[in-house]
């Protein structure tokens, strides 16, 4: 969330947020905006790469289209309890697959750098949200992407 996209070799808009199917961890698209301007859509057959600070597309956006999945909200870990809010959907550049969900307490404490992370989780379709089992430092999720890359 909030990555300059860009096409044709300007910044057209930010993401706003990445539409995932939850069920393959798969990553549909991305709905952007503009200043003052309607949201916008960016399916995966436009997305050219991800990078570490922006994200090239070789289409023009489109309108939004009609049915999107829920936005993940909250999140709950499995032994009970809330542990906080979907801030962002991390993925692989390479796949274009959901590799974890940046999970914090509240706005203010995303700010503060004070986010968890999770590796499996499901998403109730219907409502949004997110069930986890484990929550990890970004030290951890570093480790494990790590171990999984050699």
Same mark, same amino acid.
């Given at each position: 969330?909030?990555?300059?996209?860009?096409?044709?070799?300007?910044?057209?808009? !930010?993401?706003?947020?990445?539409? &995932?199917?939850?069920? %393959?961890?798969? +990553?549909?698209?991305?709905?952007?905006? /503009? $200043?003052? *301007?309607?949201?916008?859509?960016?399916?995966?057959?436009?997305?050219?790469?991800?990078?570490?600070?922006?994200?090239?597309?070789?289409?023009?956006?489109?309108?939004?289209?009609?049915?999107?999945?829920?936005?993940?909200?909250?999140?709950? !870990?499995?032994?009970?309890?809330? &542990?906080?809010?979907? %801030?962002?959907? +991390?993925?692989?550049?390479?796949?274009? /697959? $959901?590799? *974890?969900?940046?999970?914090?307490?509240?706005?203010?404490?995303?700010?503060?750098?004070?986010?968890?992370?999770?590796?499996?989780?499901?998403?109730?379709?219907?409502?949004?949200?997110?069930?986890?089992?484990?929550?990890?430092?970004?030290?951890?999720?570093?480790?494990?992407?790590?171990?999984?890359?050699?």
């Amino acid at each position: 969330a909030g990555m300059p996209v860009i096409w044709q070799g300007r910044q057209i808009g !930010l993401v706003d947020r990445a539409v &995932a199917d939850a069920q %393959a961890h798969k +990553l549909l698209g991305f709905v952007l905006h /503009r $200043g003052l *301007a309607a949201t916008r859509w960016i399916p995966l057959s436009g997305i050219e790469w991800v990078g570490s600070r922006c994200i090239a597309v070789g289409c023009e956006p489109m309108p939004l289209p009609p049915a999107l999945p829920a936005q993940a909200a909250h999140v709950y !870990l499995t032994g009970g309890g809330l &542990a906080g809010q979907v %801030a962002d959907l +991390l993925i692989s550049s390479d796949s274009m /697959r $959901g590799v *974890a969900l940046e999970v914090c307490a509240g706005p203010w404490y995303r700010l503060l750098g004070q986010s968890s992370y999770a590796r499996e989780y499901q998403v109730r379709q219907r409502t949004g949200q997110v069930l986890v089992g484990q929550l990890f430092s970004w030290a951890q999720m570093e480790q494990m992407l790590k171990e999984e890359g050699e």
